[in-house]
């Protein structure tokens, strides 16, 4: 299937942006329609045939779902993305500082798993490696930094309940 979709991809590519322009002005669920969404691709690729058609046009279908997801996401603010206790904030800004001079950028989502800072995002492979540097910076520094105030703290708990948090915080709650 890979050199037909090579083969495909301009026209995937062309195919796409002029759907997302002729559905602007529709709301989300209108747009992503599934049988809206096939019912324009499936002539542009009469040339096709069976299952490799099927595929093509199934490709399209996703990546207007990816665009318009996309889309929402990048039009909602950072800080609404944001699901961790004060303490680790400028973690996340730090690491928003490098994010945003990334081409492509987009913050999923910033929150606390396991006890240390998980960092969720989308960026160009240009800008990945500096992305996942920064991730992996405010990653160490989180299971370091207490998640409640900032101050030095530790990873607390042995169970499925990890918190990292200093000794005040930690007030005798987490079993070490």
């Known amino acids: 299937m890979q050199p037909v979709l090579a083969v495909e991809r301009p026209l995937m590519k062309t195919l796409v942006a002029e759907y997302l322009a002729?559905?602007?002005?529709?709301?989300?669920?209108?747009r992503l329609n599934q049988d809206r969404r096939k019912q324009f691709f499936l002539p542009h690729f009469q040339h096709l045939t069976g299952i490799t058609r099927a595929w093509i046009v199934s490709q399209c279908v996703m990546e207007v779902s990816r665009q318009v997801y996309d889309q929402l996401e990048a039009a909602t603010p950072d800080a609404d993305k944001i699901s961790c206790d004060d303490g680790w904030l400028p973690l996340v800004d730090r690491f928003l500082i490098v994010g945003h001079k990334q081409?492509?950028?987009?913050l999923k989502s910033a929150g606390e798993k396991w006890g240390g800072l998980e960092l969720r995002y989308r960026c160009d492979p240009v800008g990945l490696e500096a992305c996942r540097a920064a991730e992996k910076e405010a990653f160490v520094a989180s299971i370091e930094t207490c998640e409640k105030c900032g101050a030095p703290g530790r990873l607390r708990g042995k169970t499925q309940?990890?918190?990292?948090?200093?000794?005040?915080h930690a007030d005798n709650r987490y079993d070490d």
């Open 103 to 106: 081409p492509g950028f987009v």
């Open 22 to 30: 002729t559905t602007a002005d529709l709301d989300r669920k209108e």
């Open 161 to 168: 309940w990890r918190k990292t948090l200093c000794d005040v």
